[in-house]
């Protein structure tokens, strides 16, 4: 996550990429990074990374948020932004010196690779200035919402985790493709493209699932058998069951 938000970074308007600093104990993956951005200056000290540093981005597995934000001694001057999922601000503001810093939890999704991501940004003691700002940086990433902290785990579940729950859709239609004699690339294209374009009706044009799904369903038709098959064998609940499950 932390190398696709550098990646992203940038690849963006807002900031050089002279001005990005990527800390990492892999050489490996810092030598990766470094093949198509070769200006981003690397380094396996995260203590000389955040150093001068105006804005600071955590992103490692939050079992190891405490002991990484505590050595870097984060205080006013600096934002701190973290990208931990379940770490809340109360517990950020007992790993930095200055409990009462601008900070932010940002949640991506992994479709940030392709500046796509659809990233959850909850905010603590900052001015609308910093709000707008990081809004900015990762709206060049996808979409970026700002949404309040106590709706961080419900949010996380559907465009984060979410993610990972429409992949699942496109690897099922597959099977089912493939059972009926589609080679599975094609499959694959056929389906990622139908959501694509689902997504696009709905983002394009704010209108409503129910709407869309309408336009499709002709009545003694072909779709409205497979609905109800969905329905009978509980679709809806199931996605509303792993959605509430995974906050
Ligand atoms: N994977 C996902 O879809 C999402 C992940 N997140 C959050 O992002 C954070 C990172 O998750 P991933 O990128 O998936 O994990 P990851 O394992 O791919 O990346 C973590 C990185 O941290 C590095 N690392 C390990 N120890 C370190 C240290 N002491 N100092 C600096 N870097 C260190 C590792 O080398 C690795 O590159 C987690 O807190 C997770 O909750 C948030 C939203 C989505
Ligand atoms: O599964 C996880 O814990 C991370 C956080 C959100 C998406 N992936």
């Known amino acids: ?12 308007s807002m900031i050089s990429e002279s001005d990005i600093i990527v800390s990492n104990p892999s050489r490996g993956k810092l030598k990766e990074l470094k093949v198509n951005f070769p200006m981003i200056t690397t380094t396996q000290s995260n ?34 932004i973290s990208v931990a999922a379940g770490i809340s601000f109360e517990q950020l503001a007992h790993y930095v010196v200055d409990p009462e810093m601008p900070m932010f939890r940002l ?6 690779s392709e500046q796509e991501s659809m990233t959850l940004i909850a905010s603590r003691n900052t001015t609308n ?12 990433m996808g979409m970026a919402m700002l949404i309040p902290e106590d709706k961080m785990e419900a949010a996380t579940a559907l465009a984060s985790c979410g993610i990972a729950f429409v992949l699942k859709y496109i690897q099922a239609a597959m099977q ?5 004699g ?27 699932p129910s709407v869309e799904i309408d ?17 009978h064998t509980g679709f809806t609940s199931a996605v509303i069951k792993a959605m509430k499950e995974s906050r």
């Open 1 to 12: 996550m932390g190398g696709s938000i550098a990646r992203g970074l940038a690849k963006g």
């Open 47 to 80: 203590t000389d990374a955040v150093a001068g540093a105006d804005i600071v981005i955590l992103s490692v597995k939050p079992w190891l948020i405490e002991s990484v934000a505590r050595e870097l001694k984060l205080k006013s001057k600096q934002i701190l």
């Open 182 to 208: 589609i080679r599975p690339k094609d499959a694959m294209q056929m389906v990622a493209q139908s959501v694509k374009g689902a997504a696009t009706l709905i983002l394009n044009n704010d209108t409503h």
């Open 129 to 140: 200035e910093q709000e707008l700002f990081i809004l900015s940086l990762f709206n060049e």
């Open 107 to 112: 949640i991506p999704n992994t479709a940030i």
């Open 215 to 231: 336009k499709v369903t002709t009545p003694g038709g072909i779709t409205i058998k497979g609905l109800n098959e969905l329905e």
């Open 176 to 180: 089912a493709g493939i059972e009926m």
